[in-house]
């Protein structure tokens, strides 16, 4: 395994990507698909290669015994938040900032991070505007939200473009079960019912014992990479266009930050065998048959693992509302919006009232009918 862990022997990657007219900083728009320099306005197209949904997976045995080539590992300079736990990417100018995931101040002197190189991406699609357009909106929808934090939110800064990383495994498996088959079948059974015998149709299931194999590809078996954000909200971004998948490329990361990975390789492949597991298991069900399925063994061999580490773009917005810290994530690609859940105790305690005075009401109604 690649440890999280500063190198001196060598220097951080850093990428600059300067403007042609005028020397700014060009970064990428994702309206329009390429690099622009908000100084002068001129822009510059990415260049990609021939083949660009030609991503190689990486061997996943290689990795977790150090044995990558050392053209697919690099260092970034990255800063690790206090309080939450981020680790991300900072450009060379940046000496203290707030963490983008839950607004704490924080100093970068965390130094180079040697780490897997991520293999691919999916550049944003979303522009900040319609990424925070699309975070009131689904806060003007949530019942008694605190409409002072939807004004905050609607007010406060920009939201902060973060490339996420994940995991992404293959796998070949081939896999051998016992269990039991059940077969539903119905008997008469007489029984008295206010002094009088009643038939009923009564269920049982007749079990037969059963063997047999499955086999089953898995392709981009999708894992979050990192713990900076409760795993909920990044699930509830889901689904993901992976097919769209571009090469890495740095370009694609001008003017936004990158996350970087604090899940171990193995142990995201853990969670991938687990998600594997459940869905080998449904198979087996299937295979089973039958009207009911009892499984008690499950032998599966897995091979052929490969994997990537990939980044997803995500909107994030961190808002501190009331001694409170609020965090919103917006899919940078489709407007999905996920986040903590604000309750308004005065908005709650006046629907209570209201409900109160209206059921009292219908009390009285009520009570003058009769």
């Known amino acids: 395994m690649i440890p999280h862990r500063p190198d001196t ?33 001129n822009t510059r197209e990415i260049e990609r290669a021939s083949a660009p949904h030609a991503i190689n997976e990486l061997d996943f045995r290689s990795a977790i015994n150090d044995l990558l080539p050392a053209q697919e590992i690099e260092e970034t300079r990255t800063v690790n938040c206090p309080n939450c736990g981020a680790v991300f990417e900072f450009d060379a100018a940046t000496h203290a900032a707030e963490c983008p995931f839950c ?12 780490h897997i ?3 691919a991406l999916l550049p944003f699609a979303l522009e900040e505007r319609a990424a925070r357009q699309a975070m009131t909106d689904w806060l003007g929808g949530l019942w008694f939200a605190p409409g002072g934090l939807q004004e905050y939110a609607r007010k406060g800064r920009k939201m902060q473009g973060i490339y996420v990383p994940y995991w992404t495994f293959d796998a070949d498996t081939k896999s051998r079960y016992r269990g039991e088959r059940g077969t539903v079948y119905y008997e008469n059974r007489t029984v008295m019912r206010d002094g009088k015998r009643q038939t009923q149709r009564v269920a049982k299931i007749r079990w037969r014992a059963v063997t047999g194999r499955v086999a089953r590809f898995f392709d981009d078996v999708l894992v979050l990479g990192s713990t900076s954000l409760p795993k909920r909200y990044t699930d509830a971004l889901e689904p993901w266009d992976l097919a769209a998948l571009e ?13 970087a990975y604090t899940v171990d390789l193995d142990t995201g492949f ?30 599966t061999a897995i091979s052929d693992v490969t994997f990537k580490h990939i980044l997803l773009p995500v909107w994030l917005a961190a808002y ?28 709650i305690t006046i629907a209570v009232i209201l409900g109160a005075l209206l059921a009292a009401g219908l009390g009285y109604l009520y009570a003058q009918a009769q």
């Open 320 to 347: 501190k509302y009331r001694g409170k810290t609020y965090r919103f994530v917006v899919n940078g690609r489709t407007g999905r919006v996920q986040g903590e859940r604000p309750w308004s105790a005065i908005k």
């Open 103 to 114: 607004a704490t101040p924080v100093v970068t002197d965390t130094g180079p991070n040697r």
């Open 9 to 41: 022997d060598a220097l951080p990657t850093q990428y600059r990507f300067p403007c042609d007219n005028c020397g700014g900083d060009y970064r990428y728009d994702p309206g329009a698909d390429q690099l622009v320099c908000d100084f002068c306005g």
């Open 247 to 259: 090469p890495y490329r740095p370009e694609y990361l001008a003017g936004f930050r990158a996350e």
């Open 117 to 119: 190189k991520p293999r």
């Open 270 to 299: 853990d969670e991938a065998r687990a998600h594997m597991d459940r869905v080998i298991a449904r198979d087996v069900k299937f295979d089973i048959g039958g009207d009911r399925q009892r499984i008690h063994d499950i032998d």
